[in-house]
């Protein structure tokens, strides 16, 4: 047993796949799960990040590209044969689209971003029910953003694809929540990860405040904490995170 799995922990014996889970946030919360017993699957692209970490998780490693469906399955798969079953997955694998405004659109840049930041969510969910099902239950949490909740000018095929996740998430919430599944979304803002390399030096040059990986680390602790469904949590500097509240629309008359 490695220095971070507790076995007494709050999670102990709970089974956890994450994507993208080699860096950034993924990695950050399979140290925190670690800690709380949990046990892991991590999936990523990056063989040689997921492996080391999987080293000093007592982890298990698989390569997953979450644009094809066969490596969800597979990772899911891996939990199942290596601890017995899945109680989370935590789909977080995610890229910048590479779009800023004004650009041109490249429908090769757009494919790409689409199909890692939404085609994955969907495939690592398709992948991930009947494992949980036969668990009785468990939580779906999928990396969103707050580009999800407000216009993002900077970076607006991006903003498409987590706003879709978010559509997602809302109406996967209720649908699943009477098997004992529940599906969130979380919801950070700038965070001091990669995905924000290209725009680092801009927001530092305005002032905006980036967010410490440990804040969104705590929202998503929150979420699995929490008893809702079909929400989507922001995490912002500042503020303690809680579920956006989305106004209502306007019914038939």
């Avoid at 996740?165 to 979304?185: C, T």
């Avoid at 905006?208 to 440990?214: E, G, K, T």
Wanted: contains cysteine; proline residues 6%; hydrophobic residues 45%.
């Amino acid at each position: 047993m490695t220095a971070f799995q507790g076995a007494a922990g709050p999670r102990a014996g709970k089974v956890a796949l994450i994507t993208g889970g080699a860096n950034g946030i993924g990695a950050a919360v399979a140290r925190r799960l670690a800690e709380d017993g949990a046990r892991l699957v991590l999936a990523d692209v990056d063989e040689d990040g997921g492996r080391k970490l999987a080293g000093e998780l007592d982890a298990e490693f698989v390569r997953c590209d979450v644009r094809e469906p066969a490596d969800s399955a597979r990772a899911v798969q891996t939990a199942v044969d290596r601890f017995g079953g899945l109680d989370l997955a935590f789909l977080n694998a995610g890229v910048a689209s590479g779009f800023g405004l004004g650009d041109d659109f490249d429908p090769e840049r757009y494919r790409r971003a689409m199909s890692i930041n939404v085609d994955g969510v969907v495939y690592g969910v398709h992948a991930a029910l009947p494992a949980l099902r036969a668990r009785g239950g468990g939580d779906i949490v999928a990396t969103a953003s707050m580009a999800a909740l407000t216009a993002t000018p900077f970076d607006p095929v991006y903003g498409a694809n987590k706003a879709a996740v978010v559509g997602l998430v809302r109406a996967l919430g209720p649908a699943h929540l009477p098997e004992g599944i529940r599906v969130n979304a979380l919801c950070p803002s700038f965070a001091e990860t990669d995905i924000i390399a290209s725009i680092k030096a801009e927001l530092e040059r305005t002032g905006f405040p980036v967010l410490p990986v440990s804040d969104v680390v705590e929202a998503f602790m929150a979420i699995l904490d929490a008893d809702g469904a079909g929400e989507a949590w922001y995490v912002v500097p500042g503020r303690p995170s809680e579920p956006f509240r989305f106004r209502g629309v306007p019914g038939p008359r």
